[in-house]
């Protein structure tokens, strides 16, 4: 399924597939209403630093077991003979659920965003042309999934070519993104000492759990890179994590330095305050629909990136005996070179679980939840078992 490349174009392909642009852009609302701009960026700092550590961690273990299995395979191989076996499965467990959920909460988020950029258009003042019903939110939905998968599915051989083309878009789309919003800024600037150090709490919540809790956005972002870079080298996971805290960097500073009224952009409907912010800033409706397009395909890109890696998630688990009907799930369709079976599984699991927004309209916060605490307790255990075993 696809020869191995060097080091550096596998990191630089895991950049952006991880798409961190989009990530952060898509869930700004959780440090806007919880800490402000301490949170975004010096939260975004922090959880870097501590995903360093991770990366090489795994990147350590990975060196030793480079397996499609990953996890639950390093788990079972790193744990003591009288329970790897449980260990294994249930980690393993924890990995499918983990990459299943995010790859859910990035195709949802794409979908959310979407709706939230058609609605910069508007009817009357504050009246989006989209009116954002759960089930207009779920065909958009639908369709972002299944286009993904197809892209995938149908066009395996050309991927080389398509990872190589958004390593440019990513590039040249958010660098003229930053610029834009810069240099136009038809708002104004705030200064240097708001950007990097205004703390302001929109939650009600206490400050120190606040500012906890706002940190969700770049532990989100990053949950990402995790997926994409858990089956890399060490070299190239942390290669990836450092050029995407750069990024993050990157993209965050510019965005801070034209933010409008935070108490605005927590009070938003959609939750998503990237949107109006850049058609504050560019003071143009055509202007900034152009702008965020460019992060709309950064979106479908991660979106095609991780069902990448769940669907190759779900064929190694199947190929080891791990799932119920793991015979038809781990088959590789040869003419396409993909594992079909395991991406129709992951794909309809995912629409599914999509139908949870006509009842729950927080349901992408949950996707995200369980996706970054099923993930992150899959990381965990193999580099606790190694510390307690002593290996």
């Not at 009288?82 to 990995?95: H, K, P, Q, T, V």
């Not at 799932?323 to 629409?351: C, F, K, Y």
Request: aromatic fraction near 12%.
């Amino acid at each position: 399924m696809g020869a191995p490349e060097p080091n550096q174009q596998v990191a630089f392909m895991a950049f952006v597939l991880a798409s961190i642009p989009y990530g952060l852009a898509t869930t700004f609302n959780p440090p806007v209403t919880t800490g402000g701009l301490v949170n975004i960026i010096w939260g975004w700092v922090a959880v870097s630093a501590m995903i360093i550590c991770v990366a090489v961690s795994l990147g350590e273990i990975m060196s030793v077991f480079p397996i499609a299995g990953g996890i639950y395979y390093q788990t079972f191989m790193l744990a003591p003979a009288r329970w790897r076996r449980e260990a294994s499965w249930i980690y393993g467990w924890l990995f499918v659920v983990g990459n299943i959920s995010i790859t859910l909460s990035a195709t949802f988020g794409t979908t959310l965003f979407i709706v939230a950029v058609v609605n910069l258009f508007e009817t009357a003042p504050g009246v989006g042309v989209l009116a954002g019903e759960p089930y207009q939110v779920y065909l958009i939905f639908v369709g972002v999934t299944v286009f993904s998968n197809a892209v995938l599915a149908l066009g395996n051989k050309w991927l080389l070519w398509l990872d190589t083309a958004a390593i440019f878009w990513t590039f040249a789309g958010v660098i003229a993104l930053m610029i834009s919003i810069l240099v136009l800024a038809k708002e104004g600037r705030r200064d240097a000492k708001w950007v990097f150090t205004h703390f302001e709490n929109n939650s009600g919540w206490p400050d120190g759990w606040a500012f906890c809790v706002g940190l969700l956005h770049a532990v989100y972002a990053m949950s990402l890179t995790g997926m994409i870079i858990s089956r890399l080298t060490i070299y190239t996971m942390v290669a990836t994590v450092l050029i995407n805290t750069i990024a993050g960097l990157l993209f965050c500073i510019p965005i801070c330095f034209v933010l409008p009224d935070l108490k605005y952009l927590a009070s938003l409907p959609s939750a998503q305050p990237i949107p109006p912010t850049i058609k504050a800033a560019v003071g143009s409706l055509s202007g900034a629909f152009g702008l965020l397009l460019l992060l709309v395909v950064l979106g479908i890109i991660c979106g095609i990136g991780c069902i990448t890696a769940s669907s190759r998630c779900i064929w190694a688990f199947s190929r080891d005996g791990a799932m119920p009907g793991a015979q038809t799930w781990a088959r590789v369709n040869e003419r396409l070179d993909v594992p079909l079976n395991a991406m129709v599984l992951s794909m309809v699991i995912h629409l599914l679980l999509g139908l949870i927004y006509f009842g729950l309209s927080a349901a992408f916060n949950a996707f995200l939840g369980v996706g970054v605490l099923t993930l992150n307790a899959s990381y965990a255990t193999s580099v606790a078992i190694n510390l307690l075993t002593k290996r």
